[in-house]
């Protein structure tokens, strides 16, 4: 069963970095694509970043392009989201997703604020 953990969310001031986790378990984690999506409030969920199984294929939200990053651990079962030069905007709950075929599962969100 899927199960999927995030973490790295916190307050920060505009400009400022955060780097977002997702530990996996219960799948072989190596075999999915992993995505971040986020939901700022009153806003339906949107797809940020996602990654191949291999970590060889990466692709982003027009808006983040440029300052955020996904990366994956194989090792490790963890996806990261390098989120650099945040904006008020980026302002949401992030989420990850074990995709193959669609998401598999989610984790819980970790809350991300961007204000000054």
Known sequence: ???????????????????????????????Y??????QAPGKERELVASITNS???TNYLDSVKGRFTISRDN???????????LKPEDTA?????????????WGQGTQVTVSS
Do not use: D
């Open 75 to 85: 090792a490790k079962n963890t996806v990261y989201l390098q989120m650099n030069s």
């Open 55 to 57: 970590g060889g294929s």
């Open 93 to 105: 709950v992030y989420y990850c997703c074990a995709f193959k075929i669609g998401c598999r599962g």
């Open 33 to 38: 694509a992993m995505r971040w999506y986020r």
């Open 1 to 31: 069963q899927v199960h999927l953990v995030e973490s790295g969310g916190g307050l920060v001031q505009p400009g400022e970095s955060l780097r977002l986790s997702c530990a996996a378990s219960g799948f072989t984690f190596s075999t």
